[in-house]
T-cell receptor, first 114, second 114 residues
Framework: GNSVTQMEGPVTLSEEAFLTINCTYT??????LFWYVQYPGEGLQLLLK?????DKGSNKGFEATYRKETTSFHLEKGSVQVSDSAVYFC?????????????FGKGTKLSVKP | EPEVTQTPSHQVTQMGQEVILRCVPI?????FYWYRQILGQKVEFLVS????????KSEIFDDQFSVERPDGSNFTLKIRSTKLEDSAMYFC????????????FGQGTRLTVV
Protein backbone atom coordinates (compact mmCIF):
# COMPACT_ATOMS: atom_id res chain seq x y z
CA GLY A 1 0.00 0.00 0.00
CA ASN A 2 0.91 3.67 -0.04
CA SER A 3 3.37 4.86 2.57
CA VAL A 4 5.50 7.76 3.71
CA THR A 5 8.98 7.72 5.20
CA GLN A 6 10.19 10.73 7.13
CA MET A 7 13.51 11.25 8.78
CA GLU A 8 13.58 10.22 12.40
CA GLY A 9 13.37 12.90 15.02
CA PRO A 10 13.72 14.63 17.27
CA VAL A 11 15.68 17.29 15.46
CA THR A 12 17.25 19.94 17.67
CA LEU A 13 18.60 23.10 16.09
CA SER A 14 19.79 26.50 17.21
CA GLU A 15 17.89 29.57 16.11
CA GLU A 16 18.79 30.71 12.57
CA ALA A 17 20.11 27.27 11.61
CA PHE A 18 19.18 25.63 8.30
CA LEU A 19 16.51 22.96 8.42
CA THR A 20 15.94 19.95 6.18
CA ILE A 21 13.37 17.27 6.94
CA ASN A 22 13.47 14.46 4.41
CA CYS A 23 10.32 12.81 3.11
CA THR A 24 9.89 10.08 0.53
CA TYR A 25 6.67 8.37 -0.42
CA THR A 26 5.24 5.48 -2.35
CA UNK A 27 1.94 5.88 -4.17
CA UNK A 28 0.02 3.96 -6.76
CA UNK A 29 -1.04 7.06 -8.66
CA UNK A 30 0.01 10.69 -8.97
CA UNK A 31 -0.63 12.23 -5.58
CA UNK A 32 -0.64 15.78 -4.36
CA LEU A 33 1.86 16.33 -1.58
CA PHE A 34 1.33 18.16 1.69
CA TRP A 35 3.27 19.16 4.76
CA TYR A 36 1.23 19.58 7.92
CA VAL A 37 2.48 21.04 11.19
CA GLN A 38 1.29 20.33 14.72
CA TYR A 39 2.25 22.95 17.30
CA PRO A 40 2.23 21.85 20.96
CA GLY A 41 -1.30 21.23 22.18
CA GLU A 42 -2.89 22.00 18.84
CA GLY A 43 -4.34 20.17 15.86
CA LEU A 44 -2.86 19.66 12.41
CA GLN A 45 -2.45 22.71 10.19
CA LEU A 46 -1.51 22.82 6.55
CA LEU A 47 1.98 24.26 6.10
CA LEU A 48 2.36 23.97 2.33
CA LYS A 49 1.45 21.83 -0.63
CA UNK A 50 2.42 20.94 -4.20
CA UNK A 51 0.07 19.33 -6.67
CA UNK A 52 2.28 18.35 -9.58
CA UNK A 53 5.86 17.47 -10.43
CA UNK A 54 8.44 20.25 -9.99
CA ASP A 55 5.96 22.48 -8.16
CA LYS A 56 7.40 24.25 -5.15
CA GLY A 57 5.17 24.85 -2.17
CA SER A 58 6.14 27.61 0.23
CA ASN A 59 4.83 29.26 3.37
CA LYS A 60 6.32 31.04 6.39
CA GLY A 61 9.82 30.63 4.97
CA PHE A 62 9.41 26.88 4.51
CA GLU A 63 9.75 25.32 1.06
CA ALA A 64 9.36 21.89 -0.49
CA THR A 65 9.66 20.80 -4.12
CA TYR A 66 7.71 17.93 -5.64
CA ARG A 67 10.32 15.55 -7.06
CA LYS A 68 8.46 12.86 -8.97
CA GLU A 69 11.61 11.14 -10.21
CA THR A 70 12.82 10.53 -6.64
CA THR A 71 9.33 10.42 -5.05
CA SER A 72 10.46 12.98 -2.50
CA PHE A 73 9.12 16.15 -0.93
CA HIS A 74 11.81 17.39 1.44
CA LEU A 75 10.99 20.33 3.70
CA GLU A 76 13.54 23.13 4.05
CA LYS A 77 13.86 26.43 5.83
CA GLY A 78 16.87 28.68 5.65
CA SER A 79 16.69 30.13 9.16
CA VAL A 80 14.54 28.52 11.82
CA GLN A 81 13.00 30.34 14.77
CA VAL A 82 12.05 29.15 18.24
CA SER A 83 8.40 29.48 17.17
CA ASP A 84 8.97 26.79 14.52
CA SER A 85 9.25 24.16 17.26
CA ALA A 86 6.55 21.64 16.37
CA VAL A 87 5.95 18.24 14.82
CA TYR A 88 6.01 18.17 11.02
CA PHE A 89 4.11 15.60 8.96
CA CYS A 90 4.61 14.77 5.32
CA UNK A 91 1.42 13.52 3.66
CA UNK A 92 0.65 12.51 0.07
CA UNK A 93 -2.94 12.63 -1.03
CA UNK A 94 -4.22 10.57 -3.91
CA UNK A 95 -7.26 11.22 -6.01
CA UNK A 96 -9.49 9.01 -8.08
CA UNK A 97 -11.13 6.09 -6.36
CA UNK A 98 -9.34 6.47 -3.03
CA UNK A 99 -11.37 9.57 -2.08
CA UNK A 100 -8.25 11.54 -1.43
CA UNK A 101 -7.19 10.15 1.93
CA UNK A 102 -4.10 11.73 3.38
CA UNK A 103 -1.42 9.21 4.30
CA PHE A 104 0.73 10.53 7.11
CA GLY A 105 4.31 9.83 7.99
CA LYS A 106 5.35 9.32 11.62
CA GLY A 107 6.12 12.99 12.01
CA THR A 108 9.40 14.71 12.81
CA LYS A 109 9.63 16.68 16.01
CA LEU A 110 11.64 19.87 15.68
CA SER A 111 12.98 21.74 18.70
CA VAL A 112 14.62 25.10 18.11
CA LYS A 113 16.76 26.52 20.93
CA PRO A 114 17.41 30.24 21.34
CA GLU B 1 -11.86 32.04 9.32
CA PRO B 2 -13.94 28.87 9.19
CA GLU B 3 -12.68 25.97 11.24
CA VAL B 4 -13.44 22.41 12.17
CA THR B 5 -14.53 22.11 15.79
CA GLN B 6 -14.42 18.99 17.93
CA THR B 7 -15.99 18.22 21.27
CA PRO B 8 -15.11 17.27 23.89
CA SER B 9 -11.43 18.14 23.97
CA HIS B 10 -10.79 15.34 26.44
CA GLN B 11 -12.92 12.29 27.22
CA VAL B 12 -12.19 9.71 29.89
CA THR B 13 -14.23 6.53 29.76
CA GLN B 14 -14.23 3.10 31.32
CA MET B 15 -13.36 0.08 29.24
CA GLY B 16 -16.46 -1.39 27.63
CA GLN B 17 -18.37 1.87 27.57
CA GLU B 18 -19.65 3.56 24.44
CA VAL B 19 -18.28 6.95 23.45
CA ILE B 20 -19.35 9.44 20.84
CA LEU B 21 -16.88 11.97 19.54
CA ARG B 22 -18.40 14.99 17.88
CA CYS B 23 -17.21 17.17 15.06
CA VAL B 24 -18.63 20.14 13.21
CA PRO B 25 -16.93 20.31 9.80
CA ILE B 26 -16.66 23.47 7.74
CA UNK B 27 -20.09 24.19 6.36
CA UNK B 28 -19.54 23.97 2.59
CA UNK B 29 -17.23 20.98 2.72
CA UNK B 30 -18.26 17.70 1.15
CA UNK B 31 -15.67 15.16 2.36
CA PHE B 32 -15.25 14.18 5.97
CA TYR B 33 -12.60 12.12 7.71
CA TRP B 34 -11.61 10.66 11.04
CA TYR B 35 -7.99 10.01 11.93
CA ARG B 36 -6.39 8.93 15.15
CA GLN B 37 -2.97 9.32 16.70
CA ILE B 38 -1.87 7.01 19.47
CA LEU B 39 0.61 8.78 21.73
CA GLY B 40 4.02 8.90 20.12
CA GLN B 41 2.88 7.20 16.94
CA LYS B 42 1.85 8.31 13.50
CA VAL B 43 -1.48 9.75 12.45
CA GLU B 44 -3.63 6.90 11.12
CA PHE B 45 -6.57 7.07 8.75
CA LEU B 46 -9.81 5.59 10.08
CA VAL B 47 -12.64 6.46 7.70
CA SER B 48 -13.80 8.81 4.99
CA UNK B 49 -17.39 9.88 4.40
CA UNK B 50 -19.02 11.44 1.37
CA UNK B 51 -22.58 11.85 0.18
CA UNK B 52 -23.93 10.41 3.42
CA UNK B 53 -22.05 7.17 3.28
CA UNK B 54 -18.68 5.70 4.10
CA UNK B 55 -16.44 5.86 1.05
CA UNK B 56 -13.39 4.15 2.51
CA LYS B 57 -12.29 2.71 5.82
CA SER B 58 -9.09 1.28 7.21
CA GLU B 59 -8.50 -2.02 8.97
CA ILE B 60 -8.67 -0.18 12.28
CA PHE B 61 -12.30 0.80 11.60
CA ASP B 62 -13.92 -2.48 12.61
CA ASP B 63 -17.47 -3.26 13.73
CA GLN B 64 -16.92 -1.38 16.98
CA PHE B 65 -16.71 1.90 15.08
CA SER B 66 -19.43 3.80 13.27
CA VAL B 67 -19.87 7.27 11.83
CA GLU B 68 -22.91 9.37 11.28
CA ARG B 69 -23.87 12.74 9.91
CA PRO B 70 -27.21 13.05 11.62
CA ASP B 71 -28.27 16.59 10.80
CA GLY B 72 -26.19 18.01 7.99
CA SER B 73 -23.79 19.81 10.31
CA ASN B 74 -22.43 17.33 12.84
CA PHE B 75 -20.20 14.39 12.02
CA THR B 76 -19.82 11.85 14.79
CA LEU B 77 -17.59 8.89 15.52
CA LYS B 78 -18.99 6.23 17.83
CA ILE B 79 -17.01 3.51 19.52
CA ARG B 80 -19.44 0.93 20.87
CA SER B 81 -17.35 -0.86 23.46
CA THR B 82 -14.09 0.89 24.15
CA LYS B 83 -10.85 -0.97 24.72
CA LEU B 84 -7.69 0.25 26.39
CA GLU B 85 -5.97 0.36 23.01
CA ASP B 86 -8.54 2.86 21.73
CA SER B 87 -6.85 5.51 23.86
CA ALA B 88 -5.61 8.08 21.38
CA MET B 89 -6.11 11.56 19.99
CA TYR B 90 -8.92 11.50 17.44
CA PHE B 91 -8.91 14.11 14.69
CA CYS B 92 -11.81 15.05 12.50
CA UNK B 93 -11.09 16.64 9.12
CA UNK B 94 -13.08 18.01 6.23
CA UNK B 95 -12.34 19.21 2.73
CA UNK B 96 -14.18 20.79 -0.14
CA UNK B 97 -12.57 18.56 -2.73
CA UNK B 98 -10.23 15.66 -2.93
CA UNK B 99 -6.71 15.29 -4.18
CA UNK B 100 -5.57 18.88 -4.72
CA UNK B 101 -7.42 20.57 -1.88
CA UNK B 102 -6.44 21.09 1.70
CA UNK B 103 -8.04 19.02 4.43
CA UNK B 104 -8.83 21.12 7.50
CA PHE B 105 -8.36 19.42 10.85
CA GLY B 106 -10.00 19.98 14.18
CA GLN B 107 -8.06 20.37 17.43
CA GLY B 108 -8.70 16.76 18.31
CA THR B 109 -10.37 14.84 21.12
CA ARG B 110 -8.08 13.04 23.50
CA LEU B 111 -9.77 9.77 24.45
CA THR B 112 -8.49 7.98 27.51
CA VAL B 113 -9.88 4.52 28.24
CA VAL B 114 -9.29 3.31 31.78
Amino acid sequence: GNSVTQMEGPVTLSEEAFLTINCTYTATGYPSLFWYVQYPGEGLQLLLKATKADDKGSNKGFEATYRKETTSFHLEKGSVQVSDSAVYFCAPREGGGSQGNLIFGKGTKLSVKP
Amino acid sequence: EPEVTQTPSHQVTQMGQEVILRCVPISNHLYFYWYRQILGQKVEFLVSFYNNEISEKSEIFDDQFSVERPDGSNFTLKIRSTKLEDSAMYFCASSWGQKNTEAFFGQGTRLTVV
